[in-house]
């Protein structure tokens, strides 16, 4: 991919974009879709490309085991093999470069905790519906990534002063010949920042095929697709990339003037009941509310908890260590009362962002973060 073209012809793409935009494209199905290998437990969201939900009980853990991780893709790609891997670096750079599997294996290796969430997360909640894969709450997870600093990529490969944006590209496949590559940019200083990672391992094993491996690139903080799959080339480039998927899709109306859009970038500040599960039944007494709170570029502050339905609130206790671009979770001692109750749960972050009561329709159903509500019984 040159500045400005990707590897397949750029100036054919627009004919078929505005199909693809906002959410992949479902096969029509006769049946209900069959499970994933090693996916089994997911909820398939979409077969062709393949995107998997995670189940929402089954996402009360510091951290997803990768049978459990949700699986977003805008376009399926086929399997890297390890040994014919080749990352490409070139663009604004004085010393172009390709690097293999084994060459970013022998860099300096972090490892980090990190929380990646669908832009489309919750899209299902808005009224009336807006266009694109019907996600409830699954499409987020918390998983342990080793690999390299994009930043140690970069400079090996020395950016010159006109590079203002790194444009990765990943390995996936358009289902025709005139679909756009699924491409979006980053500013340098995102992209130099010392938590973006190109990532070869997932909690402990190489990075599977269907989350990206061998590797993937990781821009924490960030909404989910800016952490390309499959990544085979990284452009620096002296503007941000024009395609429609930075300049149509995963854009959300501003809120000074709804009638322009800006590129989304940060994940909200957002908090999820995880325990106990909506239309649960429990028992008088004492019992604990437990959940995970989130904020992108933001820290979580505090989370604060309703058992009335919004009428007064009660600060949480934030539990354990905070961790730069991870979850954390929150617990909530309850005397439980015998009646039907309703639990919220609002968070609040370092950049002065609460967790919204309402918030207006997205046209694509990106940044749902209303604060969640869950009714329970007690006898």
Aim: hydrophobic residues 40%.
């Amino acid at each position: 991919m040159d500045n400005g073209v990707t590897r397949r012809a750029f100036v054919i793409h627009m004919g078929t974009a505005a199909a693809l935009l906002g959410g992949a494209v479902p096969v029509p199905a006769q049946t209900a879709p069959a499970p994933v290998p090693g996916k089994e437990k997911l909820i398939v969201r979409s077969p062709r490309p393949i995107n998997l939900e995670t189940p929402f009980g089954q996402l009360g853990a510091d951290i997803t085991p990768t049978e459990l991780f949700f699986v977003r893709n805008n376009y399926d790609g086929p399997e890297i093999d390890p040994a014919q891997y080749a990352l490409k670096v070139d663009g604004q750079v004085d010393n172009p470069l390709t690097l293999r599997l084994d060459d970013l294996k022998r860099m300096e290796q972090i490892t980090q905790t990190l929380t990646l969430e669908c832009a489309g997360n919750g899209r299902s909640f808005y009224s009336p519906k807006a266009p694109g894969l019907q996600w409830e709450n699954g499409a987020v997870g918390t998983a342990v990534w080793k690999g390299v600093r994009l930043a140690d990529i970069l400079r090996l490969a020395r950016p010159r002063p006109t590079a203002s944006h790194v444009v990765p590209d990943g390995n996936d496949t358009p289902p025709t010949p005139q679909a756009p590559d699924f491409i979006r940019s980053h500013p340098i200083w995102k992209a130099m920042e010392p938590h973006t990672m190109v990532a070869l391992e997932m909690n402990g094993r190489p990075v599977p095929h269907l989350h990206g491996g061998p590797a993937r690139l990781i821009v924490p903080g960030w909404i989910g697709s800016a952490s390309i799959k499959w990544l085979i080339q990284l452009t620096l480039a002296d503007k941000e990339w024009d395609g429609p998927f930075m300049q149509r899709s995963y854009r959300s109306p501003r809120a000074e003037d709804p009638k322009h859009t800006y590129s989304l970038q940060s994940l909200e500040c957002k908090s999820l009941i995880m325990s106990p599960l909506d239309g649960a039944k429990i028992t008088a007494g004492a019992q604990a509310i437990a959940g995970y709170a989130w904020a992108g570029e933001g820290s979580v502050t505090g989370v604060d908890i309703s058992v009335d339905g919004g009428k007064t609130w009660t600060a949480a206790a934030l539990m354990g260590p905070a961790m730069r671009y991870a979850w954390r979770r929150w617990e909530f001692p309850w005397p439980a009362a015998a009646g039907t109750h309703v639990i919220m749960a609002r968070a609040t972050d370092s950049l002065g962002r609460v967790q919204p009561g309402s918030k207006s329709r997205d046209p694509q159903g990106y940044r749902w973060n209303v604060i969640h509500a869950v009714r329970v019984d007690v006898a």
